[in-house]
């Protein structure tokens, strides 16, 4: 059946309405050609049900997400720019190649822990996630050669610390060549995370949980892991190790901990 997920404010008033019914959005979908590129940019579809839905590439920039249930649904190659995910259910979602630039996923989940299985984490693979600012529950993720630059995955902004989870949780995703030039990454928890071959050139790394992750291969010049847990992490090979503040390497090869 088709219908609209309810959500509430913490105020206790309900959300908007979505300002397009959602019978009507997924007729549109249907009936796409491919490579049409359905127009939905701007558009509110807060809190409908658009579990298994296949997106074909729509165009979604600045359109309003929140509390959207994506499970399972196909947004490969969609345009999410500067979009808002907040809330939105990402279990088993394809958000391969898609352009998340700017977009805001705070109290996004896919897998609810690392003890979840694999299938159930969404697939953001090669994604565009340049500026983004996320504050979500994202274990196990698939994010191999995703654009993380500059996006902002720490702790919530002075004033949001009620209305944001305290920690951002990439537990055990993979990270493999993915760039996180100049993200900001505190208190990330990334134990057991892939980045081996990562770009993490000027990351802000400060009190992340790297505890038995891979970051062999990885470019970590000017990075800096002040009080960084890094408990039998993986940094084989690591480059960029002499401009990296707050790590060096341990007596056992490819073993971490922080400097004194």
Partial sequence: ML????????????LRAADIPLRTLVETLFKATPG??????????SGLDLSDLDFKGANLAGA???????????????NLARSKLDRAKLTRTKLVNADLSGASLYHAFGSLSFA???????DFSGADLHGARIMARLPRANMRGANL?????????RGNELKTP???????????GARLSRARLRRVNLSFADLSNAD????????????????????IAGADFTDAHVYDANLSGVRGLDSAI???????????????
Avoid: H, M, W, Y
Wanted: charged share 15%; aromatic share 2%.
């Fill in 3 to 14: 219908c609209a997920i309810g959500f509430a404010t913490a105020a206790g008033k309900p």
């Fill in 246 to 260: 707050g790590l060096t390497i341990a007596n056992a090869p490819g073993r971490a901990r922080p400097s004194p």
């Fill in 64 to 78: 309003n997400l929140l509390g959207a249930n994506l499970t399972g649904a196909n947004l490969t190659g969609v």
């Fill in 36 to 45: 049409s590129r359905p127009d939905f940019a701007g558009r509110d579809l």
């Fill in 166 to 176: 305290q920690q951002t949780d990439l537990s055990g995703a993979d990270l493999t």
């Fill in 200 to 219: 993490l050139t000027g990351a802000d790394l400060r009190g992340c949980d790297l505890s038995r992750a891979n970051l062999s291969g990885a470019d």
């Fill in 149 to 157: 630059a500059e996006a902002n995955l720490g702790p919530p902004d």
């Fill in 116 to 122: 979840s299985a694999a299938g159930d984490a969404p």
